[in-house]
């Protein structure tokens, strides 16, 4: 079992930069900066219309072996590899979790995520399933699964093995401290060496996607505006001139 050092957190404003941007724009910024792989692929928005950003801790499970984690456990709480990383927990965490897109083993329970909440916690990217959904439900934590289940995390066929590791959840690289963006499109993973100019490139496509959006509603030409085309350029920052913004 391998549990490593906290974690170093980015800067709240990147945080709060990058939530209101969202998890498609970040990943398409991302994908034009030559970062094609960031979406978390399996886990589904569970509380619809929540969007969250912020660092992750990671936890990583491994198939169950029982010469190694047996049935003690209940006996000695402390081998629970996975209260762990909420010990970890800090205001505006996100705990990312690779359970193998396993369905049969609940990770966390009522219990757990009362814990985390308490501790300041935003929410949960899970390749798996998470139990007592009819409590857990009722936290205001947001959730991304692949589902619920009654069982507890090792009833089944899993172990946790890593805290605060590198691991590979719904097939994306996800380091300790990376930042989480999620909502209900899906929770993408920012490099946090690449957030700033994630930051300046998605809030430039922002506004000239804001403004797009205008006047498309308005019966614009698709091939004026979307994308930006350089006849509507001028267009574009007279607008922004007259929210109070430098073109």
Not at 78 to 97: C, N, P, S
Not at 198 to 215: D, G, L, M, N, Y
Request: charged share 25%; aromatic share 8%.
């Amino acid at each position: 079992m391998i549990e490593t050092s906290d974690i170093k957190r980015p800067p709240a404003e990147w945080c709060a930069a990058l939530q209101a941007i969202g998890a498609a724009t970040a990943s398409s910024t991302l994908a034009h900066m030559g970062i094609r792989n960031t979406h978390i692929c399996g886990p589904v928005a569970w509380t619809k219309g929540k969007a969250i950003c912020g660092p992750a801790l990671t936890l990583q499970f491994m198939p169950k072996r029982e010469d190694l984690y047996g049935e003690d456990e209940y006996a000695e709480p402390e081998k629970q590899l996975h209260r762990h990383v909420l010990y970890h927990a800090q205001k505006g965490d996100i705990v990312v979790v690779d359970a193998r897109g396993d369905m049969k083993s609940g990770v966390f329970g009522d219990m757990m995520l009362t814990y985390f909440k308490g501790r300041g916690g935003l929410g949960v990217v899970i390749d798996g399933c998470i139990r007592d959904y009819p409590n857990t439900g009722r936290l205001d934590l947001g959730f991304w699964l692949r589902g619920v289940t009654p069982n507890f995390h090792t009833q089944t066929d899993l172990m946790p093995f890593g805290v605060n590791i590198p691991i590979a959840c719904g097939g994306v690289l996800v380091m300790p401290g990376d930042i989480i963006v999620a909502d209900d499109d899906g929770a993408v993973v920012v490099p946090v060496a690449l957030a700033p100019e994630v930051i300046e490139k998605a809030t430039h496509h922002h506004e000239w996607e804001e403004f797009s959006r205008e006047r498309l509603s308005q019966g614009g030409d698709l091939r004026r505006y979307y994308p930006l085309s350089d006849a509507a350029r001028p267009e574009y920052e007279e607008w922004l001139r007259s929210k109070g913004r430098a073109p």
